[in-house]
């Protein structure tokens, strides 16, 4: 579709690269890549710093990733942690990509980096397209291997669940090293179970459910992308959550340090918390307690900011609350 050049940005003084389209390639599709990157502001999706036209030819001028794609054989991760940010910034920059509106339709390994800092970037945007009427296709368009089962029907409209299944395609890559064949995934269900029992890091089940789900047949069973982003994102912040607990003038913290509490107002009802290093748990309860006005019961994990009510409402004045809030530590790249 193009050939792309890295070039010296004289004036600004920087390396960038320059996609110049083909000749007799159809312009519609550099167009759409222009207007997806051009509404894009992500830290995980490459940048476009202008588009040029000479000789009837296109080039878009974007930022130079000097570094490796994700299929290239020196790119090894070596631990969980770092396949699990890795796969934290590619849901990341999805999940970007679907906030602007616009579904990618061709994420795969060589279509993201990994800059000098050690940050992903996602890159060629000449399959997007917006979401939403104009998201249809004639003829197959994508990559066997990660491009989604409505993809191959050839004719009729897709939705950003193709992406949802393409970061799972590229998940199970990056962790076993596995591309499933178009045969393999008319048959996907048991060949994903023993995939995911060979895998070259110890994951978390829980993540590990949550990508299979992105390989559902029918989109609609997918999971969205912000779900994936944000299971990644607690399990790369294992034991640094922190909760600040305000109970009249008593003032309590819940972190890895104290990872449980216990709660009492007088004889009307008490609670304990516990963190499990990932989520706040009432662990157990005795009276009338309440959580945002709705009862709640052992097992229930607390929100990230909440109220916590001792008494029936029927107590009205009587009733006893308690402030609690969560701490947002961030994922650091």
């Not at 130079?64 to 790119?75: A, E, S, T, V, Y």
């Not at 942690?81 to 999940?95: C, P």
């Not at 279509?111 to 197959?140: W, Y």
């Not at 990872?259 to 005795?286: A, G, P, T």
Request: proline share 4%; with cysteine.
């Amino acid at each position: 579709m193009a050939t792309v050049y890295q070039c010296r940005d004289l004036i600004l003084e920087r390396d960038v690269a320059i996609k110049i389209m083909s000749r007799g390639m159809e312009a519609r599709r550099f167009q759409d890549e222009i207007a997806g990157l051009t509404k894009i502001r992500s830290k995980h999706v490459v940048q476009i710093y202008d588009v040029i036209i000479e000789d009837g030819q296109i080039g878009i001028v974007q930022e130079f990733i000097n570094g490796l794609d994700l299929f290239d054989p020196r790119f090894n991760p070596k631990t969980t942690d770092e396949i699990l940010r890795i796969l934290w910034q590619i849901a990341s920059g999805i999940a970007d990509i679907h906030h602007m509106g616009l579904i990618h339709r061709d994420i795969k390994p060589n279509n993201m980096k990994i800059d000098h800092e050690g940050i992903l970037k996602i890159f060629d945007f000449g399959l997007s397209r917006p979401d939403g009427p104009r998201a249809e296709t004639v003829g197959f368009v994508g990559t066997i291997g990660f491009a989604a089962p409505e993809q191959y029907n050839g004719i009729g409209q897709f939705t950003n669940a193709v992406d949802v299944y393409a970061f799972g395609a590229t998940a199970l890559y990056l962790l076993s090293g596995k591309i499933l064949s178009l045969t393999e995934q008319n048959d996907i269900n048991s060949k994903l179970e023993n995939y995911f029992k060979n895998l070259n890091f110890i994951i978390p089940n829980e993540v590990i459910e949550i990508i299979k789900r992105c390989f559902a047949i029918q989109a609609q069973d997918r999971p969205n992308i912000n779900e994936v982003r944000d299971l990644l994102a607690k399990f790369l912040l294992f034991d640094r959550h922190k909760a600040l607990v305000v109970m009249g003038s008593k003032v309590q913290y819940l972190d890895c340090m104290n990872k449980k509490i216990n709660l009492r107002y007088q004889e009307i009802s008490s609670v304990s918390i516990e963190y499990n290093s990932l989520d706040f748990i009432v662990s157990s309860v005795s009276g009338d307690f309440y959580v945002n006005n709705g009862r709640v019961f052992p097992g229930f994990i607390l929100p990230g900011a909440c109220v916590l009510t001792f008494g029936a409402p029927e107590l009205r004045h009587k009733r006893a609350y308690v402030t609690f809030d969560l701490s947002h530590p961030e994922v650091v790249v």
